[in-house]
């Protein structure tokens, strides 16, 4: 059974980093499209970014481009989020989540097309 475990999560400063890692525990190119997602207290999980494993291929939402990076390590099966200049808005259950299924761009971001999910690591945006 995939496990993902996410890694990396804590409490900075508004203006400060963190870098988020997801260890896979098959090949990354088993699956299609690796994402992270975010929940905030409250709210609707949403997408965040993703990676197309077999091109490299990468999006985000409007809200962290310039600001969040994706990259995947095929050698060591990790995929990482490197987050700059980071916002209270940014606080949140931070998950990653991959997918085998050959996903039309405009639905990797649903999260209920993907079956496997790690267990999460908290953001906090705080001073």
């Known amino acids: 059974q995939l496990q993902l475990v996410e890694s990396g999560g804590g409490l900075v400063q508004p203006g400060g980093s963190l870098r988020l890692s997801c260890a896979v525990s098959?090949?990354?190119?088993?699956?299609?499209?690796i994402g992270w997602f975010r929940q905030a207290p409250g709210t609707a999980r949403e997408g965040v970014s993703c990676?197309?494993?077999?091109?490299?291929?990468?999006l985000y939402i409007d809200p962290v481009k310039g600001r969040f990076r994706i990259t995947q390590d095929i050698a060591k099966n990790t995929v990482d989020l490197q987050m700059i200049n980071l916002k209270p808005e940014d606080t949140g259950v931070y998950y990653c989540a991959a997918t085998d299924k050959h996903l039309p761009v405009w639905e990797f971001f649903s999260d209920d097309k993907y079956p496997n999910w790690g267990q999460g690591t908290q953001v906090t945006v705080s001073s």
């Open positions: 098959s090949p990354l190119l088993d699956y299609y499209v």
């Open positions: 990676i197309r494993t077999n091109t490299g291929d990468t």
